[in-house]
């Protein structure tokens, strides 16, 4: 696909702009008639305001430059602004999770511009995830704080559990020198943290009923770093979101939620060439939704695409439908 402006929003603190341009030239090879503009993220914005910038310029692509939460920034934007221009990732952060989920050249600038600037482009869902802060929790750097409560876009996945613990107990220096291997280190600490709470979980617009979770995570791709993958069903593009619930306590749980995910849901749909939808058990649910509303009994932290954005005591989802194309 013919690139003509191609926008790129990056994050001074992952790299500079040098190496960038770098990379840039390497994949334009000489090729002429590709105009580019740049436009470079706020500690207060990690890039909302800077993917606007680059359609304003005329972007036909707007590369996000940067980690999981530039490229959940810039996929939000496009995904509100409802624009045809096209979502690229260069991936610079410890879980790029959205390149690994769609196949994105990792630890290769040269190949992750080449693809921005030739790909074909995929239309893909956009979770959107509404919340009620616990008191004091509204972040400082929301761009549009709303009171306690606040609107986000998730292009991976979103929830609270393992998942949000293992982000709030890494450590930030391990995962500088170790990268992803870092939250393999904070899992320990994250099954301790997780306890098991009393929610309200009406789904597709059904009556509420009572459950029980220490995790809930609903998401739009499926797979997280090392490759441990969480949604086995999940398909970024066809229109629904996919639903984890684990509600394991004690020796005997874990126990059945590691049957369920190593075999059931790995080995098993391996064997089988992944016909078999992924299964659930006493303490591990799965299923399928277009929207859900929950309402947590306790405080719990909430993660949107890797970003921790603090205690949550409810959660509205729903989901946008082939909101962004992404190359």
């Known amino acids: 696909m013919t690139t003509k402006h191609i926008g790129i929003v990056w994050n001074p603190s992952k790299t500079d702009r ?13 090729a002429e008639g590709v105009s580019v503009s740049w436009h470079e993220t706020a500690e207060d914005d990690p890039g909302r305001a800077a993917a606007q910038a680059a359609l304003d310029a005329g972007a036909d692509v707007v590369a996000a430059a940067g980690g999981d939460g530039t490229v959940r920034a810039v996929a939000e934007q496009l995904a509100d602004a409802e624009t045809e221009a096209d979502l690229a990732v260069i991936p610079l952060g410890t879980g790029n999770l959205l390149a690994r989920n ?36 509204v972040p400082e750097e929301d761009p549009e704080p709303e009171g306690e409560s606040g609107r986000y876009a998730f292009a991976v996945m979103a929830g609270f559990g393992i998942d949000a613990h293992m982000i709030t107990e890494t450590d930030d220096d391990l ?3 170790a990268g992803w291997l870092a939250y393999v280190e904070s899992l320990g600490r994250a099954v301790a943290a997780s306890e098991v709470i009393d929610l309200r979980v009406a789904m597709d617009d059904a009556d509420p009923v009572e459950e029980k979770a220490h995790t809930f995570i ?45 075999w059931d849901n790995g080995l098993k749909r391996l064997l089988s060439g992944g016909e078999e939808r992924a299964a659930s058990s006493d303490s591990m649910v799965h ?11 306790e405080p719990r932290v909430f993660e949107i695409d890797g970003d921790d954005i603090g205690e949550v005591t409810r959660i509205a989802i729903t989901v946008q439908p082939a909101a962004i194309r992404v190359r």
């Open 102 to 137: 769609l196949g994105v050249p990792l630890n290769d600038l040269p190949g992750a511009f080449g693809r921005a600037l030739t790909g074909d482009a995929q239309a893909i869902d956009v979770g959107w995830a509404e919340v009620v802060f616990a008191p004091g929790e």
């Open 175 to 177: 995962k500088d020198k």
């Open 218 to 262: 609903v998401g739009n791709c499926g797979t997280l770093q090392g490759g441990i993958t969480l949604l086995p069903d999940a398909d970024p593009s066809d229109g629904q979101l996919d639903l984890l619930a684990l509600n394991a306590d004690g020796i005997a749980g874990w126990m059945d939620t590691l049957r369920t995910m190593v």
């Open 18 to 30: 040098e190496t960038l341009e770098s990379a840039l030239e390497t994949a334009l090879g000489g």
């Open 287 to 297: 299923r399928r939704l277009t929207s859900a509303v929950v309402e947590l009994d």
